[in-house]
């Protein structure tokens, strides 16, 4: 069997479509979307994820602000930031972007971000809304994984779903939206007795680790759909080898290159699977379209219209 390849590019494309409708919408009511960034200190992969993100609020026409502390920023700094973007009104969304420098209590300074601007649905009110099935806003890679579930026509109710990770941004939201769409839910995480065994119960099963490559054919039972989070640069040969032996068009970027990009799942679990996501071109590219979804989201939330 070789499983059918859920393309996130083109997922991730038709929801930025829909995304660009509804802002040009927002903007003929007079409220155009804005989201402002918080990138403190410089960080090269933060600064390339900002840039992304940035890129995608002026392809939909949604205002961007980046604000840029210096490396020694300090907590009561970012406080008064975070609290001042609070009090605009022409700003819906606000991104704090991780890893804040190692002086800022980060902890606190996301829980200053109000509730209804929290775009990433990481303050502790927005996770009470989604145990508890309110509206609010949800973490996006984890709603990225629905999305991909539902526009590929694969159904969650009644299925076994099985989460490999128990993070607050990835395991938890998308084991508790997996919940909410009444799949049957099981969590597992690096304290789980005999992984492989629990994996095999699972229709449908989706792997946070951040680990290459962890999830082997071992774990699957045949058909099953997988969802992989994971993003694992991998530079050794030996490990390429392993995983991409004889896939000419990624041995040509690892040798320009000197790296490729690996999940958490093994690529040879497709000869088991029934439908897998890639990576790249899996979850990822669906992780910035739906920070773009919470963002329109957010201000239809708060200025009316939802
Ligand atoms: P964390 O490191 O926060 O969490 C990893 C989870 O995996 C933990 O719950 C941990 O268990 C579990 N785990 C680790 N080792 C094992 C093991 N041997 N067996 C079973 N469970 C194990 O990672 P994140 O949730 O932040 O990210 C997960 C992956 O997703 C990473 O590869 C990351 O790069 C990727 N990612 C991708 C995004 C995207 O846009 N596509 C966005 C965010 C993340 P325990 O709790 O017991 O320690």
Do not use: W
């Given at each position: 069997?070789?499983?059918?390849?859920?393309?996130?590019?083109?997922?991730?494309?038709?929801?930025?479509a829909?995304?660009?409708q509804?802002?040009?919408?927002?903007?003929?009511?007079?409220?155009?979307?804005?989201?402002?960034?918080?990138?403190?200190?410089?960080n090269?992969?933060?600064?390339?994820?900002?840039?992304n993100?940035?890129?995608?609020?002026?392809?939909?026409?949604?205002?961007?602000?980046?604000?840029?502390?210096?490396d020694?920023?300090?907590?009561?700094?970012l406080?008064?930031m975070?609290?001042?973007?609070?009090?605009?009104?022409?700003?819906?969304?606000?991104?704090?972007?991780?890893?804040l420098?190692?002086?800022?209590?980060s902890?606190?300074?996301?829980?200053?971000?109000?509730?209804?601007?929290d775009?990433?649905?990481?303050?502790?009110i927005?996770?009470?809304n989604l145990?508890?099935?309110?509206?609010?806003?949800?973490p996006?890679?984890?709603?990225?994984?629905?999305?991909?579930?539902?526009r590929?026509?694969?159904?969650?109710?009644?299925?076994?779903?099985?989460?490999?990770?128990?993070?607050?941004?990835?395991?938890?939201?998308?084991?508790?939206?997996?919940?909410?769409?009444?799949?049957?839910?099981?969590?597992?995480?690096?304290?789980?007795?005999?992984?492989?065994?629990?994996?095999?119960?699972?229709?449908?099963?989706?792997?946070?680790?951040?680990?290459a490559?962890?999830?082997s054919?071992?774990?699957?039972?045949?058909?099953?759909?997988?969802?992989?989070?994971?993003?694992?640069k991998?530079?050794?040969?030996?490990e390429?080898?392993?995983?991409?032996?004889?896939?000419?068009?990624?041995?040509?970027?690892?040798?320009e290159?000197?790296?490729?990009?690996?999940?958490?799942?093994?690529?040879?679990?497709?000869e088991?699977?029934?439908?897998?996501?890639?990576?790249?071109g899996?979850v990822?590219?669906l992780?910035i379209?739906?920070?773009?979804?919470n963002?329109?989201?957010a201000?239809?939330m708060?200025?009316?219209?939802?």
């Amino acid at each position: 069997m070789t499983a059918r390849i859920l393309d996130g590019n083109k997922i991730s494309s038709d929801i930025r479509a829909e995304a660009a409708q509804e802002v040009q919408s927002l903007i003929a009511a007079g409220k155009r979307p804005g989201l402002a960034v918080i990138l403190a200190g410089h960080n090269p992969a933060s600064e390339i994820y900002v840039r992304n993100k940035v890129k995608a609020c002026e392809q939909l026409g949604i205002h961007s602000e980046k604000l840029t502390p210096p490396d020694s920023v300090t907590t009561e700094e970012l406080l008064e930031m975070v609290n001042s973007l609070n009090q605009r009104d022409d700003i819906d969304g606000i991104l704090v972007q991780l890893p804040l420098p190692k002086q800022v209590d980060s902890k606190k300074v996301l829980l200053a971000v109000s509730p209804e601007k929290d775009v990433d649905g990481f303050h502790p009110i927005n996770v009470g809304n989604l145990s508890t099935q309110r509206p609010g806003l949800v973490p996006c890679t984890p709603s990225g994984v629905i999305e991909i579930l539902r526009r590929s026509k694969i159904s969650i109710e009644g299925q076994n779903a099985t989460v490999v990770g128990r993070s607050d941004i990835v395991g938890k939201p998308a084991a508790m939206l997996l919940l909410n769409a009444n799949a049957t839910v099981t969590v597992c995480h690096s304290k789980t007795r005999d992984l492989p065994a629990v994996c095999r119960q699972a229709d449908i099963l989706v792997a946070a680790i951040g680990k290459a490559g962890f999830v082997s054919k071992d774990f699957l039972k045949p058909g099953a759909t997988v969802i992989d989070v994971g993003i694992n640069k991998i530079t050794d040969p030996a490990e390429f080898d392993k995983f991409f032996a004889g896939d000419a068009a990624r041995q040509k970027s690892f040798t320009e290159k000197g790296s490729s990009l690996v999940g958490d799942v093994d690529p040879h679990v497709g000869e088991v699977a029934g439908a897998m996501t890639p990576v790249p071109g899996g979850v990822g590219p669906l992780t910035i379209a739906m920070l773009m979804v919470n963002t329109i989201k957010a201000c239809q939330m708060r200025r009316g219209s939802r």
